[in-house]
């Protein structure tokens, strides 16, 4: 069973970055890493959990529109973890932010399928003031 902790959420002002890891763990997680899709989501309250960017098995990334040209998602193969650098960031992209794993996935579709996604982290906040 694969588990997942984010971390660096917090409070920022408008404008400014921050960067946010998951750490994966789990029986064979660590060997097997490299070929998870990896992908962070958001929650705004009241809303459904939206994909942001993810990283497939080939190492590929893909950004949704509302993030991309600010966000970057890489992963550490060394440290087993997913991260994602945000920069200027805004009012919007104040929510709970999510990281998630799975053996499966394409990335074409891999941010609009969060039910593909079967390991979830509990989640860290971020909030944006002026």
């Known amino acids: 069973q694969v588990h997942l902790a984010e971390s660096g959420g917090g409070s920022v002002q408008s404008g400014g970055s921050l960067t946010l890891a998951c750490v994966g763990s789990?029986?064979?997680?660590?060997?097997?890493?490299?070929?998870?899709?990896m992908g962070w989501f958001r929650q705004f309250p009241g809303k459904e959990r939206e994909g942001i960017a993810g990283?497939?098995?080939?190492?590929?990334?893909v950004y949704a529109d509302s993030v991309k040209d600010r966000f970057i998602v890489s992963k550490d193969y060394a440290k087993y973890t997913l991260s994602l650098q945000m920069n200027s960031l805004n009012f919007s992209d104040a929510a709970m932010y999510y990281c998630?794993?799975?053996?499966?996935?394409?990335?074409?579709?891999?941010?609009?399928?969060?039910?593909?996604?079967?390991?979830w982290g509990q989640g860290t906040r971020v909030t944006v003031s002026s």
């Open positions: 990283v497939d098995s080939g190492d590929n990334t």
């Open positions: 789990g029986n064979t997680f660590g060997e097997t890493f490299r070929r998870y899709c």
């Open positions: 998630a794993a799975t053996r499966y996935c394409t990335r074409a579709t891999m941010l609009t399928r969060p039910r593909d996604f079967g390991a």
